[in-house]
């Protein structure tokens, strides 16, 4: 008989592509600025500094092909982003040992309000008010490590409405996965479940209700999401 006084939430997963299995989430880490191009467009110096990172709730991912657009904005813009899925962790991993502890690599979006964003970063505040609110974080079902390697280059593109807006390649991220991997632990407790989105190439923008965004990864796959 549980001792909980109210109901505990559902598990929060991804689904796996060619699988009825699922990925649990536990935490989800996101790294900012990690392609020079995007830190340029953003105002920011594209040298290779420490890395960043912020937190999304494990509830804002989702899988699916709408994405709601989210109250109190008028500026959403879209980032697509590789994702990396730990199937172990620890602490103090070393560079060489990171790519150990990943299960598998999917498409995703970090869907930002823009406009809140900018606020909090002019009064020094947190960034969750732009970035971690309700379907934040659309995501494409997962590919194990066995399916696809460990993808380090290749083209990361998202078109709206057909048309191309955000174009890189992996290999034109400032940190690699094993190195955020690495980072992460010197600072928290990497554990299985644990979510990475390893930043995104510059050209993000806005999106309004109606727009079609194709997501692809070349190696990882391709998804769409409409805007409703």
Same mark, same amino acid.
């Given at each position: ?46 040298n ?12 804002? +991912? ?7 657009? /989210?109250? =109190? *904005?008028? !500026? ?6 590789m %994702?990396?899925?730990l199937?172990?962790?620890g ?10 502890h ?6 995703g ?38 399916d ?6 290749? +083209? ?7 048309? /191309?807006? =955000? *174009?890189g !390649?992996?290999?034109?991220?400032i940190?690699? %996965?094993p ?16 979510v ?6 510059a ?24 805007v409703?």
């Amino acid at each position: 008989m549980s001792n909980l006084v109210l109901n505990p939430p559902p598990v929060v997963t991804i689904a796996i592509e060619g699988s009825d299995q699922q990925f649990p989430v536990r935490r989800v880490y996101c790294i900012g600025r990690n392609y020079a191009a995007h830190a340029i467009e953003m105002g920011h110096d594209p040298n290779r500094e420490p890395p960043f990172f912020f937190q999304k709730n494990p509830d804002n +991912l989702y899988v699916g092909d709408t994405f709601p657009y /989210p109250e =109190q *904005t008028k !500026d959403v813009h879209h980032e697509i982003e590789m %994702v990396v899925a730990l199937k172990s962790g620890g602490r103090n991993i070393p560079v060489e040992k990171a790519l150990d502890h990943v299960w598998g690599y999917g498409v995703g979006l970090d869907m930002t309000r823009r406009d809140l964003q900018g606020i909090a970063k002019e009064m020094g505040r947190p960034w969750e008010i732009g970035k971690a609110f309700e379907h934040s974080a659309p995501i494409g079902p997962l590919r194990p490590v066995s399916d696809v390697g460990h993808p380090s280059q290749g +083209l990361v593109q998202l078109k709206v409405n057909g048309k /191309p807006k =955000q *174009t890189g !390649d992996l290999n034109q991220m400032i940190w690699k %996965v094993p190195e955020m991997i690495a980072y992460l632990s010197d600072y928290f407790e990497l554990a299985a479940g644990d979510v990475i989105m390893t930043g995104t190439p510059a050209g993000v923008g806005p999106v309004v209700k109606g727009d079609v965004m194709e997501c692809h990864v070349e190696g990882v796959g391709t998804w769409t999401v409409t805007v409703v």
